[in-house]
């Protein structure tokens, strides 16, 4: 086929940033060929089977607006499903970026495209080298660079040995695997260009010898502000001076274990965790406390809109994590009028004013925790102006200016 200088392949799996990088290019009339486990086309029949089976939930793996040549493959397939019985493995991980660098090494000689995108961890490695001279190939480091994470894993873990078995089985940069390992630290070397989300995460990519000059720093956007307003009159509450709200996975990485150590310590501060592995998280309080204190509550919500609408009656989002490629959760609070206490190790520094538009913690420990929430106890008469603040912040970065500069990179 005639090499199509308007053709371009993304590679990613799941349903990464809600398939923003791809349709950066697609609504700009590329085309673009999307390499992925799986993508729900409507009028495929594979797609109308598995939402047979699945329900509508597979309408999240589809943008209508979106349009897209989807490759993917049996095998692909496979590792989708087994991630819903066995998450964070590092065998299926594996397997699965394996298969999707063959089926994008297959798509680029087929198609002829000079540019593509991978997605961390989803195939560079598996790229023959003709491949890699003949198409430009750029990295979306969603994270930051594996050697900061296991240094910083290593760390904690020195403070905290108890969550060893834990971490290790969470999380993949902590594989015992060391040709794993060492795939993944060569992912930023081998690539052209590296794109990455957040100041922290670009410092970790030059701390690991990346040259500074592939590297780009492209901040994801914002979604469009709540047109359910929170109320910036402050609420008052008989049994509790902060409500938090915790949103995600929960798991060591988010810095759990120290919020839990503070929250359990502090029975006036309330902390609701939004989750859709609900069972999975009371179970893990349970093993680490040996019981739920009363001002833990726990909530499965599975629409977005519903997740925010609660959300929104908490003071403020927390996000202690040890390590995050940026935190779309802060970002998503922000845009509802929720403002955020946050780690340094996340998008917070670029975004928020301590003080004025959310708090920063020093450090992911549960004292740096503690103290960032008595800062925003003790500044209590400021939280009408803080929550406005954060939605303001919202305003001022679109998704539609992360697309525009994706494309001016790539």
């Not at 040995?161 to 040709?179: A, G, H, I």
């Not at 995600?248 to 759990?256: D, S």
């Not at 603040?389 to 525009?404: C, G, K, L, P």
């Amino acid at each position: 086929m005639r090499p199509d200088t308007d053709s371009i392949i993304v590679v990613h799996n799941g349903r990464r940033d809600n398939y923003q990088v791809a349709k950066a290019f697609s609504e700009k009339g590329f085309e673009v060929h999307l390499v992925t486990d799986f993508y729900y086309q409507p009028k495929s029949p594979f797609s109308f089977l598995v939402k047979l089976a699945f329900g509508n939930m597979v309408r999240k793996r589809y943008d209508p607006e979106m349009s897209v040549v989807v490759h993917s493959s049996f095998g692909l397939i496979v590792t989708d499903y087994l991630e819903k019985f066995f998450p964070r493995n590092e065998i299926v991980n594996r397997m699965r970026s394996h298969l999707l660098g063959k089926k994008a090494a297959k798509t680029i000689e087929r198609t002829g495209a000079k540019r593509a995108i991978f997605y961390y961890n989803c195939g560079i490695n598996s790229l023959p080298g003709h491949i890699r001279r003949k198409c430009s190939i750029t990295l979306f480091q969603m994270h930051p660079h594996p050697h900061a994470i296991r240094e910083i894993y290593d760390s904690y873990l020195e403070f905290r040995p108890q969550l060893s078995e834990t971490l290790f089985r969470q999380e993949e940069e902590m594989t015992d695997n060391e040709s794993y390992f060492k795939g993944l630290l060569e992912e930023a070397l081998r690539s052209d260009k590296v794109i990455c989300t957040s100041t922290f995460s670009k410092q970790t990519l030059i701390s690991a010898g990346v040259d500074s000059e592939k590297i780009y720093k492209v901040p994801y956007g914002f979604p469009e502000t709540s047109e359910t307003i929170p109320s910036t009159e402050i609420a008052t509450n008989a049994l509790y001076s902060l409500r938090l709200a915790f949103v995600g996975q929960f798991v060591v990485r988010k810095g759990v274990f120290e919020l839990l150590t503070v929250v359990a310590d502090r029975p006036e501060i309330e902390l609701t965790i939004y989750t859709r592995e609900a069972r999975f998280a009371s179970d893990t309080v349970k093993r680490w406390l040996g019981s739920i204190p009363k001002n833990i509550l726990f909530k499965t919500v599975l629409d977005d809109k519903a997740l925010w609408l609660d959300a929104q009656q908490r003071d403020f989002l927390i996000l202690p994590s040890l390590v995050e490629g940026f935190g779309l959760v802060i970002t998503e609070a922000m845009a509802n009028g929720l403002p955020v206490i946050c780690s340094p190790n996340t998008v917070g520094p670029d975004i928020i004013r301590d003080g004025v538009s959310g708090y920063l913690t020093k450090g992911h420990l549960a004292r740096d925790i503690e103290h960032a929430c008595d800062r925003a106890i003790e500044q209590k008469g400021s939280w009408p102006s803080i929550r406005k603040n954060a939605m303001e912040v919202a305003r001022d970065r679109t998704w539609t200016e992360f697309r525009s500069d994706i494309r001016d990179i790539v």
